[in-house]
Nanobody, 114 residues
């Protein structure tokens, strides 16, 4: 059974930083393209960033230059380093396989507000 446990969210002021973690079980994150998604209140879930098995990364235009996705194969964990946070980044953040997603975890809430 594949499970994702996201953590690291919280309340942060505009311009601040957070690092999100996604601990995976039942799947080896090293062999798939993994992704972070987010869902803001009243909006659909959207793709934020991806990392391929080879380590290539891609980002949504809204976060390019501010967010960094990475992976620790030994810990079977995917990370999202977020900097220069904006109120529009407020959302519940989820990780999953990119394309043909597994069951979603509970996500972690990021609130950017002064």
């Amino acid at each position: 059974q594949v499970q994702f446990v996201e953590s690291g969210g919280g309340l942060v002021q505009p311009g601040g930083s957070l690092r999100l973690s996604c601990a995976a079980s039942g799947i080896r994150v090293s062999i798939y393209t993994m992704a972070w998604y987010r869902q803001a209140p009243g909006k659909q879930r959207e793709l934020v960033a991806t990392i391929t098995s080879g380590g290539n990364t891609n980002y949504a235009d809204a976060v390019k230059g501010r967010f960094t996705i990475s992976r620790d194969n030994a810990k079977n964990t995917v990370y999202l380093q977020m900097a220069s946070l904006k109120p529009d980044d407020t959302a519940v953040y989820y990780c999953n396989r990119y394309y043909n997603t597994f069951a979603w975890g509970k996500g972690t809430l990021v609130t950017v507000s002064s």
